[in-house]
């Protein structure tokens, strides 16, 4: 009996949004040395940049695109991208989020209200339309968005978050009733609170907030960007194959 060893991703062509920074980025380091080709997408292109060559240094496949997430004509642009590198998509990891001005909900500006929508919520809409166009046409696919563990119950410290990922996680699990017909599983995630700058920014609007987050995780810590990474990794792969419609905590059970 012989034993090949492949990655987890071995040949699949995996788009990731928000891979300049926090979860995004560890998924794209990771992604790649698990053998997936990456295209790495936000607006920062000096950080993207950086990445690719970190990855290519280290013998992965891995492209950048430049995009903004508010503008919903780059987002279809910077899916079809991955399309014109590589031919073809067999990943997603909808992953890029914003945070809120934190505070009740009677606070909450209409302005941050329309930001998490378009940045929290309609950009995944939108990148998941253009992604199955290009998965239908390879005979299907698997999709990951990051949910948060905030839109699990009331979230009165960021109640506009909190509700335009409850809604993510709606479209998530409508898209995956809709397209598992057609080859394509699309699961979501919800992370605890993990050591990014997302917390850093809450923590300097709110301080208190890291500690709090670790004194309520049963691990008395947060994770580390690539622990999340890592179930979009295997949501992502053949390994998964029959989960679909799934909203996974990635919390160290915190919200357990
Ligand atoms: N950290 C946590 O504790 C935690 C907990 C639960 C869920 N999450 C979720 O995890 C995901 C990743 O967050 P993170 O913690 O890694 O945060 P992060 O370090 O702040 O990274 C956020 C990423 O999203 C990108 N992004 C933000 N706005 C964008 C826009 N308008 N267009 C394109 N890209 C945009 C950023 O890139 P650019 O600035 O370069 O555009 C960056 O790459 C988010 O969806 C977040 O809600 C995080």
Redesign the pocket.
Known sequence: MTHTTTGLLTGKVIFI????????AAAGRLFAREGASVVLA???TN?LQHLVTEIRDAGGVADAVT????DRAGITAAVHRAGDLHGRLDGAFN????GQQPGPFDTTSDTDIDAQFA??FRAHWTAMNAEIALMRNGGGGAIVN?S???SRRANPFLPAYGAMKRALNSLTESAAVTLGPQGIRVNGIT????S????LEWDAAAPGIIAAAEAASPMNR?AE?VEVAEVAAWLLSDRASMVNGAIIPVDGGTGA
């Open positions: 949004s928000g891979a300049s920074r926090g979860i995004g936000a607006r920062n950080a995009v903004d997430l508010a992953n890029a989020g914003i940045v929290n990051t948060s563990i905030g992370p605890g609170g993990t990014t700058e997302m917390m947060m960007p």
